[in-house]
């Protein structure tokens, strides 16, 4: 058993390794070795199983063409008492299997995504070289070429340079929530003892937005972090049973769920300030944004209303915005549609907007001469002078959700898509939490039921040859994994009851062929 476990789980190892890595030359020689020795544990879950079926066909079948099992029939042991041993056998492999599925194998499976998130540096210009779309999280990013920079000078380890940029926000069904193109990013790489950053900026942008259907220019966007590590390891499958456990009764202490909430929170902390500036624009007319950012200028725009981030004034009557700088008043632009668009902000920042003006007329106030009208005006990075939106952060998922609920029943748009999102995450983790313990279970159920199932139909069918037995012992238990397999993407997606029995009942099917067995072993 121990020489089959050895070949076949350097085999499955080696197998898996070939396909996310050989391929694209993304790892050296020896990072390649450390992959397929850090993925041989993760494989035993499979190997192990298989070898000890094959094993226990192999050895039984040769006591019985050797006649030693009937010598011990004549001599009065029953077939329950010599099966005994490799009963308990069977019961240490599957104590083995529950301690390395439930405790073991997600260490070094966070071992080994580690391993290639380290050198993310490698795989995105592999990417990119080949012209495939980059994906990490929620963003996938394209670019015609690609310049590496090892050593930039400050905390950046590598900055990559791209050109001709092609970006994308990705929605949770995988559709394309909103694209943005550059002709140039820079993404430089951090690397820490626990993560690997990337810090995304791009320059000379045209964006689409899909609420109003127009686009918009930028020169530059705000730099976005994104956490390689968290992303490529956060899944449940490198939890150990004990952090499975842990995350049920706290599942914002989940780095998804974070992501979520997270988004949530901004969008209430944005609505409820709207709310604010909407009161105070009915009551006074008027507000001011002031620019975040070393010139400072102020923007005080004249409405009568703020909904949805659009300011509104009755009739056709155009919205007007005064900009000051340190001299004073410099130009006045009434713009026909005015809207905010909050901005990527870092943690413990207040929030920032983005005001696009449609079908603009701009007068100069300091040296007066005839208006211009331009087609779009961005202002960008701007924050309300005089209100200050509530922190959110500390609020736990549950809490954040109850007090989206008034909101929710205003209509706010993007709070709305954001709530129900975090409520889906929220059960869909549940869903994965119990998929995950179950599925570690049900596998290590089938090392005893491989084991006695091969042993047994060697000692009924003496006659045939043993790779032959072993395959009527193999087929079921590939039956098995497929519908353990399936039962967890049924539970996954919230099918509660089909999904256990989907699960279980490749194990019950390997029960009833080890009796059904097993009595014509008896009856003969």
Not at 166 to 190: E, F, I, K, M
Request: aromatic share 6%; with cysteine.
């Amino acid at each position: 058993m121990l020489l089959t476990t050895a070949v076949l789980v350097t085999v499955i190892a080696f197998g898996a390794t070939i396909k996310p890595l050989a391929h694209d030359h993304l790892l050296s020689a020896g990072q390649t070795i450390k992959y397929v020795g850090l993925a041989i544990i993760p494989m035993l879950q499979f190997a192990l199983p298989f070898a000890a079926g094959f094993a226990g066909t192999m050895t039984l079948h040769r006591m019985t063409t050797d006649n030693e099992v009937l010598a011990a029939a004549a001599s009065g042991l029953s077939y329950r008492r010599l099966l005994l041993p490799l009963v308990g056998l069977g019961l240490v492999l599957t104590l083995i299997m529950v301690l390395l599925t439930q405790w073991v194998i997600p260490r070094f499976w966070s071992l080994l995504e580690r391993t290639v998130a380290m050198d993310v540096t490698r795989i995105f210009q592999a990417s990119i070289e080949r012209g495939d779309p980059f994906q990490f999280g929620d963003m996938q990013i394209f670019a015609d070429e690609i310049l590496v920079e090892p050593d930039p000078g400050g905390r950046a380890d590598t900055r990559l340079v791209l050109l001709h940029v092609a970006a994308a926000d990705l929605a949770a069904d995988g559709s394309v929530d909103r694209d943005v193109t550059a002709s140039r990013a820079v993404v430089d790489v951090y690397r820490e003892a626990e993560a690997t950053y990337l810090r995304i900026a791009m320059e000379d942008t045209v964006a689409y937005d899909p609420d109003d259907g127009v686009l918009a220019w930028a020169r530059q966007l705000a730099s976005r972090t994104i956490a390689i590590d968290n992303v490529l390891t956060s899944g449940a499958r490198t939890m150990t049973r004990g952090q499975l456990l842990a995350l049920r009764e706290n599942p914002d202490g989940y780095k998804w769920i974070e992501g979520f909430r997270n988004r949530l929170a901004d969008s209430v902390r944005q609505v409820e300030l709207w709310d604010e500036v909407d009161r105070t624009l009915r009551a006074d007319g008027a507000v001011t944004l002031v620019e975040l950012g070393p010139e400072g200028r102020r923007y005080e725009v004249h409405a009568d209303s703020l909904r949805r981030g659009r300011f509104q004034r009755s009739g056709k009557t155009p919205i007007e915005i005064i900009q000051h700088d340190a001299d004073g008043p410099e130009r006045r632009l009434r713009a026909q549609r005015a809207r905010l668009t909050q901005v990527d902000r870092v943690p413990d920042a207040p929030l920032a907007f983005d005001l696009n003006l449609t079908d603009c007329e701009v007068t100069n106030l300091q040296t007066p001469q005839a208006s211009n009208r331009r087609r779009t005006i961005p202002l960008e990075n701007l924050t309300f002078e005089g209100f200050q939106a509530i922190d959110l952060s500390g609020l736990t998922s549950a809490e954040l959700l109850d007090r989206s609920e008034v909101h929710r029943a205003a209509g706010a748009g993007a709070l709305n898509q954001r709530a129900e999102q975090l409520e889906r995450e929220l059960v869909g983790l549940q869903n994965q939490i119990a998929s995950r313990l179950m599925k570690r279970y049900a596998m290590s159920v089938t090392a005893i039921l491989l084991l006695l199932l091969g042993a047994v139909l060697a000692m009924w069918r003496r006659n045939s040859q043993p790779l032959a037995i072993y395959l009527w012992a193999f087929l079921p238990s590939i039956l098995d994994l497929i519908l353990i397999s399936s039962g967890d993407h049924l539970l996954r997606d919230g099918h509660r009851v089909t999904g256990p029995l989907v699960m279980w009942s490749g194990n019950a099917t390997l029960v009833l062929l080890l009796l059904g067995s097993y009595r014509q072993l008896a009856r003969n």
